[in-house]
């Protein structure tokens, strides 16, 4: 081979190197871009799988997501905070990662030493991948547990319910569990409603969820209470209650009921008071008494509009009525013959029979049903009851009925009732959400004639301006006041018991354009002094009239003097002077 044959051939193959060089690389690029191909393929694909995965993370058996769930505020009428939720943090310990137990203990008894030291070491040892230790932490003592330091010890920020008022609307709020959930009043109710679903999904979490409103006034809210707290100490009586509700739309805008609890502490609705271990339920919508002889506008109101009794009437009240071996008379009796008007005034037993005589046991048992006391209370609060009624009346049985006595009704049923007489006439359900006008008047049911409301109306302001309502209508001088009392003796192992009254005052105003609606009751009350009585008047009535006093300003009730507004309430056929009043 000669010299330039090889010399000729180096560049072949130098060249063919170099591009044997380049395919490799060039596959060797190929390859490594299919495999970063690949692995983005594969970190999107978990990636879309993660992001259809459901990741809550189950904590005790509890869903993180359902623990950290917020609630909604809860709001007055006027917006004003009722409930709110604030974020706490929780002390929780992964036991499989504790190192030293004893140590553990020791450290976490020194910032908590409320804890059981025993109840602790067990909760710390074992292989559990997650158990409570302590809920609902201030930050200083999250912080202070931070800094010792504890391996497998850590915080779990959750949501509480938060009460600015305190007792202020207890038993309408009623209060939520370690869970959030809610387990009694208002709060147990939303838990019914869409939110609720919202929490089980877990998509309530760290969200700002739409408040609701309810139909109270906060206002009016504590002036109630605040005069109730003073009933219990002026009267030293045992318990007291009130309700207050828009005679034209339903709307409760105020109840009380003492004694209370804290629903900031829900363990309190638990504690005795006095002795007494129910004595903390809401007297208002789970309680049923008898309520004495407000239970004769009930029966006046059904007289009337019968059109059996009219105002004109007269009836014998000289002596009592004997049923077999009792005889029913008066509490301060006239023992002569009485105008309607006159049986109202002086609330009198025997002329109250004679008028529901008149009417007939049926027709009067038949009126107590449409009138809404036969049936359970339709409010916001699982805490109800039904009153408490004969389904047929003996005469014995109607007789006592006709003024409150044999029969059990809830306080929110005759507030409900009451507000159908001053109305004109229309019942309309009870509500603790807000209902405008429109939304009423399609809930209308007429019981009594706007003719039987008018005359009503006249009989209850009488009673304020002459009778057992004067003390309230002192006191509220200026907002037409009008109302009755009851005052009732409670059963005490099967008998009535003369020491122990419940007294009632059941009432509504202005009466010359009713708005609202109001029943107080106070339970076992003594004299205030040596001049004072125990019966409602002089409580229960005298009660009434300091909350009107301070609450119709806020609900913009102007008072008024004039008498004509007292003489226009007088039904033409009793009016003898058109300028002559009340």
């Known amino acids: 081979m000669s010299m330039t044959s090889t010399l000729d051939d180096q560049p072949i193959a130098i060249e063919g190197a170099r591009k044997s060089r380049r395919n490799l690389t060039h596959t060797r690029i190929r390859l490594v871009s299919l495999g970063l191909m690949l692995v983005f393929a594969l970190v999107a694909t978990r990636l879309v ?25 809860i709001l007055d009428r006027n917006g004003a905070e009722l409930a709110v939720d604030i974020r706490v943090p929780s002390l929780y310990a992964e036991p499989r990662r504790i190192i030293d137990v004893e140590e553990a203990v020791t450290k976490l008894r020194q910032e908590l030493p409320e804890l059981d030291e025993e109840w602790l070491r067990e909760r710390l040892t074992g292989d559990e991948g997650f158990v409570w230790i302590e809920r609902e932490l201030t930050p200083l003592q999250q912080e202070r547990i931070f800094r010792l330091g504890i391996p497998g010890v850590d915080f779990l920020s959750e949501s509480k319910r938060f009460y600015p008022g305190g007792k202020e609307a207890a038993h309408l709020l009623g209060a939520v569990n370690l869970d959030n959930q809610g387990i009694a009043g208002f709060e147990r109710h939303i838990d019914g409603e869409d939110v609720a679903l919202l929490q089980d999904l877990g998509l309530a979490r760290d969200r700002t969820l739409e408040p609701v409103n309810m139909s109270i006034d906060l206002r009016v809210q504590h002036a109630m209470r605040e005069q109730l707290v003073d009933a219990l100490t002026r009267y030293q009586a045992i318990a007291a209650a009130g309700v207050m509700m828009d005679v034209r739309t339903g709307e409760i805008i105020s109840l009380v009921s003492l004694p209370d609890f804290d629903p900031n502490v829900p363990s309190s609705a638990l504690e005795p008071f006095d002795g007494r271990k129910d004595a903390r339920i809401n007297r208002i919508t789970a309680g049923k008494f008898e309520l004495g002889s407000t239970f004769k506008t009930m029966t006046f109101a059904a007289a009337l509009d019968s059109g059996l009794v009219t105002l004109t009437d007269e009836f014998d009240a000289r002596f009592g009525i004997r049923y077999g071996r009792y005889t029913i008379d008066d509490f301060h009796g006239k023992h002569r013959v009485l105008t309607v008007p006159e049986i109202y005034k002086y609330s009198s037993n025997i002329g109250t029979i004679k008028m529901m005589e008149t009417l007939g046991k049926e027709n009067y048992r038949a009126f107590l049903t449409r009138m809404g006391f036969d049936d359970p209370l339709p409010v ?26 044999g029969l059990s009704v809830t306080p929110l049923h005759m507030a409900a009732a009451v507000s ?19 939304e009423a008047s399609a809930l209308y049911r007429r019981v009594i004639s706007a003719e039987t409301s008018d005359k009503m ?3 209850l302001r009488l009673n304020a301006l002459e009778g057992s309502g004067s003390h309230a209508n002192r006191i509220a001088d200026g907002y037409r006041v009008g109302g009755k009392t009851g005052s009732a003796e409670k059963v005490v192992d099967g008998r009535y018991d003369t020491s122990k009254t419940l007294t009632v005052f059941a009432s509504a105003f202005p009466m010359d354009a009713p708005r609202y609606a109001m029943v107080i009751l106070i339970d076992e009350p003594q004299a205030e002094n040596e001049q004072s009585g125990r019966t409602a008047g002089w409580n229960a009535g005298e009660v009434t009239g300091r909350i009107v006093q301070r ?32």
């Open 420 to 438: 159908a007489v001053v109305n004109g006439g229309y019942y309309v359900p009870p509500t603790l959400s807000p209902r405008d006008r429109s």
């Open 49 to 73: 799988q993660l992001g259809y995965a459901d990741t809550t993370t189950n904590f005790a058996g509890e869903e993180r997501d359902l623990i950290t769930a917020s609630r909604p505020a």
């Open 457 to 459: 109306r006249y009989l």
């Open 551 to 582: 609450v119709a300003p806020m609900l913009g009730i102007v008072p008024a003097f004039d008498e004509m507004l007292d003489a226009e309430l007088v039904p033409p056929l009793l009016r003898t002077d058109p300028g002559e009043s009340l």
């Open 380 to 405: 916001e609060l699982p805490e109800t009851t039904r009153s408490k009624f004969p389904e047929k009346f003996s005469e014995i049985v109607a007789a006592t009925a006709s003024f409150g006595h």
